[in-house]
């Protein structure tokens, strides 16, 4: 069985298959860290279509001496699609040969995810800062998006908040990291990392480094898709047009009128920002006192 996914993962197109179930599939899942399921039931027999393997995907399955972590990175490299190579990481295709073995699929979303963000983040680190602050923005399916680089040596923040989702609710989450290394996980899950590596591929294609501040806003019907769509839908933000400003006031007065939650509360929750705001030798009292539009 664990061969025929292999098989499935490594596969170059979609195969057709066919299988038995002991009983009728029931139930779903939708959950934030994956992509959501139908119904399922225990399978007894399984049949799939011969399977030609895509030759990236093949060559690091066969490569028993390449470290996981490095067949990651060289598929990423090879512009191999994400869902491809976390699904084959899934597998256990990848790694050390002693060290192979099926993994879940949430862990092995986030595993390439920080893998990737991580060989990333020592490129970008070795680049130019830039030179302005910008935003960038991307709507789909009830999320809003706001993606805030900062003059700055890297830094990150990630917010999401959840409005009126399930009824009258209004839920903010967020975690953050300085220019250290981050070594514990993340308390919000893998958006935090799918997020971080969407942006982080952008900054290494564009040879700037900065400071990233992220704000999502999911709205009534949203749906949890996997972080998948978060990811995907920070890439689109980073390929589409962006808004200069000349300080971070700026920036985030602009970014004040797309959101339903006030800024002012985003400022409050933040480490980073505040941070950025007192280095200006601006306190958060006179930063709000004089910005009557992020007093909301």
Same mark, same amino acid.
């Given at each position: 069985f ?19 179930f ?12 994956i992509?959501p399921?139908?119904p ?11 399977v030609?393997?895509d030759?990236?995907l093949?060559k690091?399955?066969?490569d028993?001496?390449?470290?996981a972590?490095?067949?990651v ?5 090879k ?6 190579m ?14 192979r073995r099926l993994v879940?699929?949430r ?5 390439? /995810? ?5 060989? @990333?983040?020592?490129? +970008?680190?070795h680049?130019?800062?830039?030179? #302005?602050?910008? %935003?960038?923005?991307f709507?789909?399916?009830?999320n809003y ?6 003059p700055t040596?890297?830094?990150y923040?990630?917010?999401?908040a959840f409005?009126?989702?399930l009824?009258?609710e ?6 953050y ?12 899950g893998?958006?935090?990392y799918s997020a971080?590596?969407a942006?982080? /591929?952008?900054?290494a294609?564009?040879? @700037?480094?900065?400071g +990233? ?6 709205y #009534?019907?949203? %749906? ?20 200069e400003?000349e ?10 009128t797309?959101?339903?939650i ?8 933040s ?7 007192h280095s ?5 009292d ?11």
């Open positions: 664990v061969e025929k996914l292999q098989d499935i993962s490594l596969a170059s197109k979609s195969i057709d298959g066919e299988a038995t002991g009983s009728k599939p029931t139930g779903a899942s939708f959950y934030e860290e992509t399921h139908g399922s039931a225990i399978i007894e027999k399984f049949d799939i279509d011969a030609r393997w030759k990236q093949e690091s399955f066969y028993t001496d390449l470290k972590r490095e067949a990175m060289n598929l990423h490299n512009d191999v699609p994400f869902s491809a976390q699904k084959a990481f899934s597998v256990g295709a990848f790694g050390l040969k002693k060290n879940p699929t862990w092995s979303i986030t595993a390439c /995810d920080s893998t990737i963000a991580d060989s @990333l983040l020592k490129e +970008v680190r680049y130019d800062i830039m030179d #302005s602050h910008r %935003v960038y923005e709507s789909s399916l009830n998006y706001a993606i805030i680089l900062t040596e890297w830094q923040e990630w917010f999401e409005i009126k989702v009824g009258g209004e839920m903010m989450f967020s975690d990291e300085t220019n250290s290394d981050k070594t514990e996980y993340s308390c919000v893998g958006c935090y971080k590596m942006v982080l /591929d952008k900054l294609k564009l040879k @700037l480094q900065s +990233v501040i992220i704000l999502r806003e999911a #009534s019907g949203y %749906v949890p898709l996997g972080v998948f769509n978060v990811r995907e839908n920070i890439k689109y933000a980073m390929d589409g047009d962006y808004k400003f300080s971070l006031k700026e920036a985030l007065v602009y970014c004040g797309k959101l339903q006030p800024i002012s509360k985003y400022v409050k929750q480490n980073l920002l505040k941070e950025l705001l200006k030798q601006t306190t958060l006179s930063f709000f006192k004089k910005s009557p539009d992020l007093q909301q």
